[in-house]
């Protein structure tokens, strides 16, 4: 495989699921919504940053009915030179705060979708914590069986939530605004909302950090990312920036000198046209990887199987463990036993014995587990193995 970041990405697989507790963080930005279910009869989609920049950029520059050419190539000259942030501020200051709020609500169908595929991989894996830039509930409406993570939309439920939290950096449907958009609101934010840049702060210092759904110039990740390098320099965990980054030489040496390192999904879907796209394809990848490289837990232990990760139709392999798990052979033999039975029976045997936890005397819970496991086979192997030589005997009880 072709893929330069791999090391990177083994290093966070490493990090998400360290026991008990792990030491990987994710922002979720905008390009993570663009992958909601819209409801039945919905045509409407969710915006980018640009979109909705060139909603109020229309507003305050209306275009008229006798344009000349000319003057409607100025004026989208004029948006594509533009600073979304700066675009915002203009908005606000010639309509308001409160309509600067009600075009975001407005632009944004949050009600009208469901969450996709994608926030369901997200939050099945064990994040330390949740961050988003969104407005939108999808990740609050994700259900997860077994998993719950609590929304944080104001500071002051930082010291009432427990991990792991969704937080809502920058407002949230339906009501908790400021919605966070224009210059004013970015430059006054470290003041204003201390809770929540000192929240993602210490997440950094312990945790491995994933930007997901934010490409190299979306406002919040050079906000986050300009606020980290102020405070932190570069005492902080790794940032990882992930996506489709289809990065230079050039662009990979400014996000390194921001203190970020991207993982670049391109080379792995080169020359590869999944039906859902490459940007949620990649994605989709990137989270089924994390899930694959779930290592096995050993409090579960004599159970040692691991569910499978499916790969969709025209994605390549996963970056899994590479670890192989024997065939479980049940509580008894099904038929008089072969070779080819014996042989997996030994193979498990020998598996679960080298994944001992290393407890000292097991509980009896697990005793009484493993005994119900195997006093079954113990007879059939014994007589199975009658005419072996003694060694190859002790070899079906004691291999390790």
Known sequence: MDFPDLPHLR??????WQWPKSRAAVMVGAGLSLNAEPLP????????????????????????????????????????????????????????????????CTQIPDSEHQPGKLHQLLLQLPWADVFTTNYD???????????????????????????PRIVKLNGSFPSQTPFIISEEDYRTYPRRFAPFVNSVQQSLLENSFVLIGFSGDDPNFLAWTGWIRDELGGNHAPIYLVGPLSLDDAERSLLAHRGVTPIDLSPIFAGIRPPNGVHAASIEWFLNSLSAARPLRPEKWPDLDRDSVSVPDRHPPLVDLGLFVPESVGRAPRAPLSMATVAKVVERWQFERQNYPGWLVAAEQKRTELWDETKMWIEPLTNFATDWPAVDRILIVSRD
Not at 11 to 16: A, G, K, P, T
Not at 141 to 154: C, N
């Open 137 to 163: 509930t999808l990740l609050e409406r994700t259900e997860i069986p077994g998993r719950t993570y609590q929304p944080v939309t104001t500071p002051s439920e930082l010291t009432t939530a427990f991990a």
């Open 41 to 104: 009869g919905v045509h409407a989609h969710f915006p980018t940053w640009w979109d909705l920049a060139h909603a109020m950029f229309r507003e305050l520059h209306p275009p008229q009915s006798d344009d000349a050419p000319a003057q409607v190539q100025a004026r989208e000259e004029r948006f594509n030179r533009a600073n979304p942030l700066r675009i915002a501020s203009e908005y606000e200051a010639a309509f308001g705060r409160r309509k600067l709020d009600l075009l975001i």
């Open 11 to 16: 290093h966070l697989q490493e990090n998400l």
